[in-house]
């Protein structure tokens, strides 16, 4: 299911909006503040924004800048707003859309499965192209087999490179040690469980700005590792 955020201030257009996409099968959650609405959007996964553009905190403007610098991902602006200099400026920040109020809720789902369509399409190409993994400023190009942080690219060996993909390729599943050395090592390797432990540590130094407070491959005490998204 399709996964939809509204950031409106206006709860009652939030709303009828929320109702026309549930009707049709997408997943909706709202968020009524600009900060907030910002913090969700990149942190959480979401197919397509809905954005307003007089919010309270920050303006739309600025959260189509801000999403556009972390994801890839639809953004539809809508604003009571007709003048031309506002949809050319929500246009330049990266908005896909640009629709002015009021409107009807049945062409915003319509104007949303279009978007949502050709979306899927060019991403089809994309992967066609690149087989890619992209999560909070990694990229991880499987088929060149490297590896970039913040642009910058680092440098693994094949058994750390297969061990981070793997874990990237499941974020947010729980890894225990013995799993990840049968996945990467084999059953018939040499060595033990503290051979994940030394990868992950010299991954760590690689890929991480403080590798004692690790952001992408977490530690769970007694359980094993997993990619935090």
């Not at 299911?1 to 909006?17: G, N, V």
């Not at 949809?87 to 409107?103: E, H, N, R, S, V």
């Not at 087999?145 to 060996?157: A, F, M, S």
């Not at 030394?198 to 997993?226: C, F, M």
Request: proline share 3%; charged share 35%; net charge negative.
């Amino acid at each position: 299911m399709k996964r939809i955020l509204i950031i409106e201030d206006e709860l009652s257009i939030a709303e009828l909006e929320r109702d026309y996409f549930e009707i049709n099968g997408y997943a909706v959650e709202i968020e009524q503040d600009g900060n907030s609405g910002l913090r969700r959007a990149v942190t959480e996964e979401y197919d397509l924004v809905i954005l307003d553009l007089m919010l309270p905190g920050m303006d739309g403007f600025e959260i189509c800048k801000q999403i556009r610098i972390e994801k890839d991902m639809p953004i539809l602006m809508v604003s009571a707003r007709k003048e031309e200099i506002d949809k050319i400026k929500g246009l330049g920040f990266g908005a896909d859309d640009y629709i002015t109020k009021p409107f009807s809720p049945s062409e915003l789902v319509a104007r949303v499965k279009a978007h949502l369509s050709r979306y899927e399409r060019l991403m089809g190409k994309r992967e066609q192209l690149h087989d890619e993994i992209k999560i909070r400023g990694i990229v991880i190009d499987k088929s060149a087999r490297r590896v970039y942080v913040n642009d910058k690219e680092v440098t693994l060996t094949t058994k750390e490179f297969d061990l981070f993909t793997m874990l990237a390729s499941n974020p947010n599943r729980v890894f225990s040690k013995e799993e990840l050395f049968e996945r990467i090592w084999g059953f018939d390797s040499v060595g033990d469980n503290g051979t994940v432990s030394v990868h992950i540590r010299k991954i760590r130094e690689k890929t991480e700005v403080d590798p004692s407070n690790p952001q992408y491959i977490e530690t769970l005490w007694g359980a094993g590792y997993r990619f935090g998204v």
